[in-house]
C-alpha cells in the first residue's frame, strides 16, 4: 500500500524544540521530491519546506527560514522536520506530502498528519 | 507570493446537483500551474484536478477543471454523497507555492 505516516506531534512550550518524522511506504521514496504542509485553522494549508529527492536541496516558507530544517534518510524512507524555536503561531496539524512531478510542487499523496500545539 | 481566492465559501446543495467552485488568484498563474484538492474531516487532502484541467488517477469523470492566467473553476457535474467535504486549490507556477482558503460543499 501505497502511504505517508508521520509521527511527533506534540504540546510544547514556545521557544522549544520538535522533531517530526514520516515514514513512507508502496513507493520508490528515493526517486521523489518531498514536503511538508501544515494546516491551521486560522492560516489554511500553508506550505513549510520542500526537499529534493537525494536531499541535497532544500527550500523553506519565510516564516520557518532559519528554524526549521527539514532533511530524509532515504536508506530508512524517512522524512524529518527538525522544528526549533516554536512559536504559538506554528501551532497546526503537520502533514508529509510526495511531489508529484520534479520541479513541479503540488503533491500527490499525503500522509493523514501529526498535530503540534505550542502553547504554555 | 500569488494569493488565491476561493468563493463561495459554503455551497449547499442536493445529490446530483451541480456544483462549480471558483478560484481567483491575485496575479497570473504561470502555465496553468493549478492544482485542485479534496479534504473530508480528519482526512489528507486529496489531490483531484492537476495542471489546471487533467484528472488525477482514479479521479471520477464527473470532476473537471477549467481555467487559465487568474480564473480557475472546479465543477462536479452530479454531485455524489462522498462529495461532500472542502475543496481546496493550489498554485504550484511560482514559489512559493500558495493554497486557496477553501470551499465547503455541503449537504443542502
Known amino acids: 500500500e501505497v502511504r505517508l505516516l508521520e509521527s511527533g506531534g506534540d504540546l510544547v512550550q514556545p521557544g522549544g524544540s520538535l522533531r517530526l518524522s514520516c515514514a513512507a511506504s508502496g513507493f520508490s521514496f528515493s526517486n521523489h521530491g518531498m514536503s511538508w504542509v501544515r494546516q491551521s485553522p486560522g492560516k489554511g494549508l500553508e506550505w513549510v519546506s520542500s526537499?529534493?529527492?537525494?536531499?541535497?536541496?532544500?527550500y523553506y516558507a519565510d516564516c520557518v527560514k532559519g528554524r526549521f530544517t527539514t532533511s530524509r534518510d532515504n536508506s530508512k524512507n524517512t522524512l524529518y522536520l527538525q522544528m526549533n524555536s516554536l512559536r504559538a503561531e506554528d501551532t497546526a496539524v503537520y502533514y508529509c506530502?510526495?511531489?508529484?512531478?520534479?520541479?513541479?510542487?503540488?503533491?500527490?499523496?499525503w500522509g493523514r498528519g501529526t498535530l503540534v500545539t505550542v502553547s504554555s | 507570493e500569488i494569493v488565491l481566492t476561493q468563493s463561495p465559501g459554503t455551497l449547499s446543495l442536493s445529490p446530483g446537483e451541480r456544483a462549480t467552485l471558483s478560484c481567483r488568484a491575485s496575479q497570473s498563474v504561470s502555465s496553468s500551474y493549478l492544482v485542485w484538492y479534496q479534504q473530508k474531516p480528519g482526512q489528507a487532502p486529496r489531490l483531484l484536478i492537476y495542471?489546471?484541467?487533467s484528472r488525477a488517477t482514479g479521479i471520477p469523470d464527473r470532476f473537471s477543471g477549467s481555467g487559465s492566467g487568474t480564473d480557475f473553476t472546479l465543477t462536479i457535474s452530479r454531485l455524489d454523497p462522498e462529495d461532500f467535504a472542502v475543496y481546496y486549490c493550489?498554485?504550484?507556477?511560482?514559489?512559493?507555492?500558495?493554497f486557496g482558503q477553501g470551499t465547503k460543499v455541503e449537504i443542502k
Open positions: 493550489q498554485q504550484y507556477g511560482s514559489s512559493p507555492p500558495t
Open positions: 495542471a489546471a484541467s
Open positions: 526537499i529534493s529527492s537525494n536531499g541535497g536541496l532544500t
Open positions: 506530502a510526495k511531489i508529484a512531478v520534479i520541479a513541479q510542487w503540488y503533491f500527490d499523496l
